[in-house]
């Protein structure tokens, strides 16, 4: 299983960005993913979450409104779209799936919203 998260950066409070999660070694289609975000000195925290055909999804409560997880199974990739960023979005943000019973995390992608 791999998971190689891309398209973080630095960006201006108000701005967007858009993540992606390329997966490989796995059916990606039958499985779920997911991406976490971790601020320094704080624990990993669910962002959003998407069914394996993606008919359904979840959000942290710090994102509703504004984040958008979607998928493309043809492409085994998984996005996440970021608007109205904030500083407090500021994190590492990692594309992880459960797999046979583990869960496997991709080397995460640094977010900085900053003026």
């Known amino acids: 299983v791999q998971l190689v998260e891309s398209g973080g950066g630095l960006v201006q409070p108000g701005g967007s960005l858009r993540l992606s999660c390329a997966a490989s070694?796995?059916?990606?289609?039958?499985?779920?993913m997911s991406w976490y975000h971790q601020a320094p000195g704080k624990e990993r925290e669910l962002v959003a979450r998407?069914?394996?055909?993606?008919?359904?999804?979840d959000y942290g409560d710090s994102v509703k409104g504004r984040f958008t997880i979607s998928r493309d199974n043809a492409k085994n990739t998984v996005y996440l779209q970021m608007n109205s960023l904030k500083p407090e979005d500021t994190a590492v943000y990692y594309c992880?799936?459960?797999?046979?019973?583990?869960?496997?995390w991709g080397q995460g992608t640094q977010v900085t919203v900053s003026s």
């Open positions: 070694g796995f059916t990606f289609s039958s499985y779920a």
């Open positions: 992880t799936v459960r797999w046979s019973g583990v869960r496997k």
């Open positions: 998407i069914t394996n055909v993606g008919d359904s999804t």
